[in-house]
């Protein structure tokens, strides 16, 4: 199944092609497009990630034609 990603910029972006889609295998969750990202352990936490723009969850299904979004932490001064 192809999923549109907008990967945070600390991903393994060289797994997308040229128009941001990843092919993962049916019934992969979200975990599982963290870890063909390579995005670390520790930055996980602090990740917001939206499936077709709704807050989602590491064991949530992923289905043909999804949409997956990062958010990381905002820094002001």
């Given at each position: 199944?192809?999923?549109?990603?907008?990967?945070?910029?600390?991903?393994?972006?060289?797994?997308?092609?040229?128009?941001?889609?990843?092919?993962?295998?049916?019934?992969?969750?979200?975990?599982?497009l963290y870890k063909k990202l390579k995005?670390?352990?520790?930055?996980?936490?602090?990740?917001?990630?939206?499936?077709?723009?709704?807050?989602?969850?590491a064991g949530q299904k992923l289905v043909?034609?999804?949409?997956?979004?990062?958010?990381?932490?905002?820094?002001?001064?």
């Amino acid at each position: 199944m192809r999923i549109k990603v907008y990967a945070p910029m600390f991903g393994d972006t060289e797994r997308l092609d040229d128009n941001g889609f990843l092919e993962l295998p049916e019934g992969a969750m979200l975990r599982d497009l963290y870890k063909k990202l390579k995005i670390p352990l520790l930055l996980r936490n602090s990740l917001v990630c939206m499936v077709n723009y709704e807050p989602g969850k590491a064991g949530q299904k992923l289905v043909d034609g999804d949409t997956v979004s990062f958010i990381g932490p905002l820094f002001g001064g």
